[in-house]
């Protein structure tokens, strides 16, 4: 099946500096992709669409000028935590596209900011 | 938005049966999945339904309602594995045209001996 791969799984870094988590298609041409927070005992909550050649879309409250949002190829998205504080500290997951029959998710990524 | 409503927690015994419901808003619906989530991981895709009627799949089966806003996973002959957060995932046309997954809360299973 398709896969999706999701770098780093987990990453600490210190406040006020910026993290990179990449999400590459590896076997299929992802045109979206979309980018999940997840806390703690809670949902995965949708904070943005990116479109491959376009500006990604950012769910209501969630600021895209911290939270910056590449898709320059068909099979790579990027996420950048800019200026990270602890409460950046979260699981992020990205998936494909739901278009066909599954959405195919990345390994996710634990973030932890000190 | 949708509007996605599941228990919060739900304990079976082992080898039972048990039945996690899901409503949802309609708006704009085109279909529903069903994940499981093991704590910090990814969560794996268990089904899919886009038509009213049920779907099996081994041990798990799904059924959906298109006008009741309504599915429900099903998990038979319960192991202590199937211990997880099962979301449910309605997949929903946006403003722009394209599909979105909204998940819920989850419901966290707990299976017990």
């Known amino acids: 099946g398709a896969v999706v791969s999701q770098h780093p799984s987990r990453v600490i870094c210190k406040s006020g500096t910026s993290v990179k988590i990449e999400c590459r298609s590896l076997d299929f041409q992802a045109t979206t992709m979309f980018w999940y927070r997840q806390f703690p005992k809670q949902s995965l909550m949708l904070m943005a669409t990116s479109n491959e050649g376009s500006k990604a879309t950012y769910e209501q409250g969630v600021e895209k000028d911290k939270f910056l949002i590449n898709h320059a190829s068909l099979t790579l998205s990027t996420l950048t935590v800019t200026s990270a504080h602890p409460e950046d500290s979260s699981f992020y997951i990205c998936?494909?596209?739901?278009?066909?029959?599954?959405?195919?998710f990345g390994q996710g990524t634990r973030l932890t900011v000190v | 938005g949708q509007n996605i409503d599941q228990p919060t927690e739900m304990t079976a015994t082992e080898g039972a049966i048990v039945q996690i419901n899901c409503t949802y808003q309609t708006s704009g619906f085109n279909g529903l999945f069903w994940y499981q989530q093991h704590a910090g991981e990814a969560p794996t895709f268990l089904s899919y339904n886009v038509l009213d009627g049920l779907e099996e799949k081994g041990r798990f089966s799904s059924f959906l309602s298109r006008s009741k806003g309504y599915s429900y996973l099903l998990l038979k002959e319960l192991q202590m594995k199937d211990s997880a957060s099962y979301l449910c995932?309605?997949?929903?046309?946006?403003?722009?045209?394209?599909?979105?997954?909204?998940f819920g809360t989850g419901t966290q299973l707990k299976v017990e001996l």
């Open positions: 995932a309605p997949k929903w046309v946006s403003a722009g045209g394209g599909n979105k997954l909204t």
């Open positions: 998936t494909s596209d739901s278009g066909a029959t599954e959405a195919f």
